[in-house]
């Protein structure tokens, strides 16, 4: 990944972008240096400088270096920072829409995440934005949160059926273990490990790299992709930046932005590959093919509770409806 970097550098070094750049934007991630959505944002940038000639450039700040997510997207709503990449979930209090594409089995798998953001309902959901001062650029993906445990493996619904399992502080996750049948255990991340250890739990949920990098899959050998929660990440832009631009400025940074989410998935889908092969070669055992079917029917109640709306239940129809 380290490419990226380079080649910025190089561009930046060259005869052809030897003046200052006219405009730097300072971007925001709280992941660290060399991870897929701080790489994609760099992808980013060195394509923005090659097609305004060095006039534009893109800053990257990985690891918090501007504060966490929720302090960024304030601060870019305010043009204190220019660009943010930061999860749907991190918009839920500011952008309404984003609490609906946070809800459990809304999508049957990332292919279909990708075919609903990168079309009609995308575009939609982007414009919503823009009402909070911000510019959607381009969606990025965050994982998919599947079930492993340290019991038995899950191949049906029927199998979650009284087992514990940790999730976060979060009221749609308490109920949506509460439809599967399950119990739902809130706690801080660092006890997950020592807890499935102890029995306290039988398990948590996260994606591959998560799953790997926690040890989680140490203590908890059964891993079922029945990815309940797929939440967007987001590039977004503060207004007042995006208002300064020329329209031939701004078709190119969202041209840019679109190109990059195409390289951050890629990295992400390696970056789960490298943890599945890592995790099944120490001994787990990973359920790969699963009805969704009746995991998502169990939804129902879930869905009476949080969609409330006409607005919300059309997305929801149209959404599902997308092939």
């Not at 199998?159 to 509460?178: E, P, S, T, W, Y």
């Not at 040890?215 to 797929?230: N, P």
Request: glycine letters at 6%; a negative charge.
């Amino acid at each position: 990944m380290k490419y990226l970097m380079t080649s910025l550098a190089a561009l930046l070094a060259s005869a052809s972008f030897a003046t200052a750049c006219e405009i730097t934007l300072r971007s925001s991630d709280t992941h660290p240096d060399g991870y897929p959505t701080v790489e994609g944002v760099k992808a980013m940038a060195v394509e923005v400088l090659e097609k305004t000639d060095g006039r534009i450039c893109i800053e990257v700040f990985p690891s918090s270096q501007l504060g966490e997510e929720k302090d960024t997207i304030e601060q870019t709503q305010f043009g204190v920072i220019d660009m943010v990449r930061a999860s749907f979930g991190s918009f839920n209090d500011i952008v309404p829409v984003t609490q609906t594409m946070s809800l459990p089995y809304l999508f049957r798998s990332v292919e279909h995440s990708h075919a609903v953001l990168d079309g009609p309902i995308g575009e939609e959901i982007g414009s919503a934005f823009e009402e909070r001062d911000l510019v959607a650029l381009a969606y990025y993906d965050g994982g998919a949160r599947s079930f492993y445990n340290s019991q038995k493996p899950i191949t049906s619904i029927e199998d979650l059926a009284g087992m514990k399992f940790r999730v976060m502080q979060n009221d749609v996750f308490v109920d949506m273990m509460d439809a599967l049948g399950a119990n739902a255990t809130p706690m801080p991340y660092g006890e997950v490990y020592s807890s499935i250890q102890t029995g306290v739990i039988d398990g948590a949920e996260n994606n591959f790299p998560s799953y790997d990098s926690s040890g989680h899959a140490e203590v908890a050998k059964y891993f079922t992709l029945d990815q309940h929660l797929i939440v967007p990440e987001l590039i977004a832009m503060s207004k007042s930046s995006w208002d300064k631009l020329t329209p031939e400025d701004q078709a190119i940074l969202r041209e840019a932005a679109v190109n990059s989410s195409k390289l951050q998935r890629q990295l992400w889908a390696d970056q789960e590959k490298a943890s599945l092969d890592k995790v099944v070669a120490a001994g787990s055992e990973v359920i790969m093919e699963i009805d969704k079917t009746p995991f998502m029917e169990a939804m129902v109640p879930v869905y009476e509770k949080y969609v409330t709306t006409p607005e919300a239940q059309d997305l929801v129809e149209r959404i599902r409806a997308t092939e």
